[in-house]
């Protein structure tokens, strides 16, 4: 019978908490390591759901840069948007798009866990994946920002935004085999689904606009 994702991962009664300032780099730590692909990375993140809960302030914390980026996006004119789009509606529809793309993919893989015989390691999997993301989005995303205002040249931007995002595939890929206990190819097909998944929410947005 498949699981649905409240009954692996069930709804807090009371607020999530913030994590501290050590818990944040213990947490942060871990993931670097698995950014390294060492699986003992995978020690820092609590089978739990209040670490699942939890790593999703990874969001929050990665948010300010992300909103830079985006609003240079804007500012460069690197979207095709309709005549009159406003900076707001710009980023009103590009903040929904953030939320879902932070969540869906954990979501979608409830079901999946579900399938594979997997929900017992769920909750340390989204700790860690989410953490990760912060990590991989702490490298990214200033890379894209130097190449928007132009700290390097172009074809640079393009070849260090390739090489950072081959990494970061990667670095997801070792995530969910090492956390999932599955194997690099199915590791690797569920990395190429998250990235359809990114893609599409994109594209959506992009329409929307």
């Avoid at 769920?122 to 990760?132: C, D, M």
Wanted: proline share 4%; net charge neutral.
């Amino acid at each position: 019978m498949k699981a649905s994702f409240g009954a692996i991962l069930p709804r807090r009664r009371s607020p999530v908490s913030a994590p501290n300032t050590v818990e944040v780099s213990v947490w942060c730590a871990g993931a670097w390591r698995l950014g390294r692909f060492d699986e003992t990375g995978l020690a820092a993140f609590a089978n739990t759901t209040d670490a699942a809960w939890r790593s999703f302030y990874a969001a929050i914390y990665i948010a300010p840069l992300w909103l830079l980026v985006s609003v240079m996006h804007f500012a460069v004119g690197e979207t095709t948007l309709a005549e009159g789009t406003g900076l707001f509606q710009y980023l009103t529809v590009d903040v929904i798009a953030y939320i879902i793309g932070w969540t869906a993919f954990p979501v979608i893989m409830a079901g999946v866990c579900s399938q594979l015989g997997r929900e017992s390691v769920y909750l340390r999997f989204i700790a860690a994946y989410n953490w990760s993301m912060l990590i991989q989005n702490m490298i990214y995303l200033p890379v894209i920002l130097a190449g928007l205002i132009g700290l390097i040249p172009p074809q640079a931007a393009m070849l260090l935004t390739i090489v950072t995002l081959m990494w970061a595939l990667a670095f997801e890929a070792f995530v969910l085999k090492s956390a999932l206990k599955i194997p690099m190819s199915w590791a690797v097909g569920l990395t190429a689904f998250d990235l359809f998944l990114a893609l599409m929410i994109g594209a959506t947005a992009d329409v929307v606009l």
